[in-house]
Nanobody, 112 residues
Framework: QVHLVESGGGLVQAGGSLRLSCAAS?????MAWYRQAPGKQREFVAV???????NYADSVKGRFTISRDNAKNTVYLQMNSLKPEDTAVYYC?????????WGQGTQVTVSS
C-alpha cells in the first residue's frame, strides 16, 4: 500500500510558477505526475524512476521539473512559465510491487 497526499495546487496567472508536492507513505520505485482537464483524458506529465532518470510530456518539457526527496518519500513538480492550457487536476502517481497508486488530485488553475 502506498498512500499519497498532494499539496501545492492553486490559482496562478499565466507566466507564473507553482510547486506541487506529493508525500508518499513509503518508497516507490517510480513516481509520476498526471493531469486531467475538464472533458479531457488523464494525461502523463512527468516521471522519475528510482535511478534518477526522468521523462516529460512534450507539452511541458522545458517548463516543468520533477524531483524527489527519498528521505522524505516526497516527489515534487516545479511548474514554471505556466499557461492557461496547463489548467487541470494534477495527480500524483506511484508504482510499487506492480501496483499503481494515485493521489487525490490537486487543482491547478492558470488564468490568462
Amino acid at each position: 500500500q502506498v498512500h499519497l497526499v498532494e499539496s501545492g495546487g492553486g490559482l496562478v496567472q499565466a507566466g507564473g510558477s507553482l510547486r506541487l508536492s506529493c508525500a508518499a507513505s513509503r518508497t516507490a520505485n517510480t513516481m509520476a505526475w498526471y493531469r486531467q482537464a475538464p472533458g479531457k483524458q488523464r494525461e502523463f506529465v512527468a516521471v522519475m524512476h528510482s535511478g534518477g532518470s526522468t521523462n516529460y510530456a512534450d507539452s511541458v518539457k522545458g517548463r516543468f521539473t520533477i524531483s524527489r526527496d527519498n528521505a522524505k518519500n516526497t516527489v515534487y513538480l516545479q511548474m514554471n512559465s505556466l499557461k492557461p492550457e496547463d489548467t487541470a487536476v494534477y495527480y500524483c502517481n506511484a508504482i510499487q510491487f506492480g501496483l499503481q497508486y494515485w493521489g487525490q488530485g490537486t487543482q491547478v488553475t492558470v488564468s490568462s
